[in-house]
């Protein structure tokens, strides 16, 4: 994956396991549906998916932070090693990490 992509995933995985629900649990908790354009402004990153139960409440699923975190985990990992390779390649061939 292109390195502005994996950060782009990064910054999502990021914003799952450490950004705040508070519009979320908001709308959850509600007596009615708020306006579209208050909807608009709201939010739902966190949201997985959100539908109606037949007592008249909302329920609201949320993506699983444990996962999020545990993604962002093999990334590091991942970057560690490659930067590690990098800089063993780097010292062997008497270059420096950025290929000269």
């Known amino acids: 994956m292109p390195k502005s992509e994996t950060r782009k ?3 999502g995985l990021e914003k799952l396991a450490f950004g ?3 519009d979320a649990v908001t709308l959850a908790f509600a007596d009615e549906i708020p306006p579209a354009e208050i909807l608009s402004k709201m939010n739902l990153f966190h949201v997985s998916s959100i539908k109606r139960v037949k007592g008249g ?3 609201v699923q949320f993506f699983d932070r444990q996962k999020a975190l545990e993604r962002l985990y093999e990334y590091a990992k991942d970057d560690a090693a490659g930067q590690s390779a990098a ?3 780097a010292a062997l061939t008497g270059g420096n990490d950025n290929g000269s």
Request: hydrophobic content about 60%.
């Open 57 to 59: 409440g909302v329920e």
């Open 20 to 22: 705040k629900v508070n």
């Open 9 to 11: 995933v990064i910054a």
């Open 87 to 89: 800089s063993l390649l």
